[in-house]
C-alpha cells in the first residue's frame, strides 16, 4: 500500500467516521485485498480493508449474516464507500488471538465451535450455487465443482500450475484428471444451497482461549452458496494439516453425524481440496509452502496408486 494513498484514505476516513485517527499499522496481507488497523484519540480501533473491485463477498456475507439475523462472531461493519478506484470497507477490530497463534495441542479445542458456526451460516439459503460475486450465472454445483479443474478458470490452468517448481507434474495432472472423473461420477443434490464460508483456516479464525469458542470469522473473500459439506471438508483438512490426531477427527464425524452419502461427499470435497491447494502453495516456495506440497502430495501418491 503506497504512503500518499494511505495518507488520503485515512483523511477519507476521518470524514466518514467524524473521528481524529492517532496511529496505523499494517499487518500481514492476504492475497485478495489490502488491510491496515487505524486507532482513534479515544483508543477505539478499526480494520481497514481495501479491494480493487466495486463489490466484495466479505460486504456481501456480512449483510447475509445481518439481515437473516445469523448470531455468530463478525466484526461490525462501520461502512463502506468507494474512494480512487479501490471499495473500502471499515470494520470492528477483533481484539482476540488468531487461531494461528495457538499450540497445535489445543487447536483441536476449537472444533466443535467451528462446526457450530458452520452450522449457523449454512441456515441462509438459496436456489443457486455460485460465488456471491457471481451467483446470477446459471451454473450447477457440478459445474462450479468441475470448474476448478477443467481449466475453464483462468487462475487455475492445470498444466501451466503442475510445471512449477516444487510440483510433480505427472502426478499433478493425474489427479486433477482422476477429480474430473470423479465429480462426473457424483450425483450431487441441486435443490437447495447454503451460504458458505470456504475457508475456516487458522488465519481466519479468531478464538477466546479460556473457553474454546471461535470469537472472530473474517474473510469472506470466496464465501459462496453451495453444499454444506464443502465447508466441513475444509475443517477436516485442517485437522489433517496439523496430525490434530483420531480423536479430534473422531468428535468431528460424532458432532457431523453424516449419513453414508454424505461421507462419500464429504470425501470428495475433501480429496478435491487436496488437489486444488497444490495451485495456491505453489506460488511462492516458502518454508511453510513446501511443507505442504510434500504433504499433499505424498498423500496422492499413496492415495491413486
Known sequence: MQDNFKTKLIKKLEEELQIELVSSDIPPQGMDSQVFFVKDIEGKEYAVKCYNRDEAADVIALNLLK?????????????TFNFEGKLIL?????????????????????????I???????????????????????????????HTFNDQNPNLQWDVIASREGLDKELVLRSVQEMIQKINNTEFDEQVFSLLHTDFNQRNLFVNPNTDEITGIIDWGEAMFGDPIYDFARVRMLIWHFNLGEG????????????????????????SRVVEYLAYYSEELNGFNIGRIQMHQDFLRKYFD
Open 116 to 146: 457450530r458456526n458452520l452450522q449457523k451460516i449454512h441456515k441462509i439459503k438459496s436456489s443457486r450455487p455460485g460465488l456471491l460475486t457471481d451467483i446470477k450465472k446459471e451454473k450447477s454445483w457440478k459445474e462450479i465443482m468441475l
Open 67 to 79: 439481515d437473516n439475523r445469523i448470531e455468530i462472531p463478525v466484526p461490525k461493519v462501520f461502512g
Open 90 to 114: 471499515i470494520l470492528e477490530r477483533i481484539n482476540y488471538p488468531l487461531l494461528d497463534s495457538v499450540s497445535v495441542d489445543h487447536i483441536g479445542k476449537y472444533v466443535p465451535s467451528m
Open 248 to 271: 479430534v477427527l473422531k468428535v468431528y464425524n460424532d458432532i457431523l453425524y453424516l449419513t453414508e452419502k454424505e461421507k462419500e461427499l464429504e470425501k470428495l470435497y475433501w480429496l
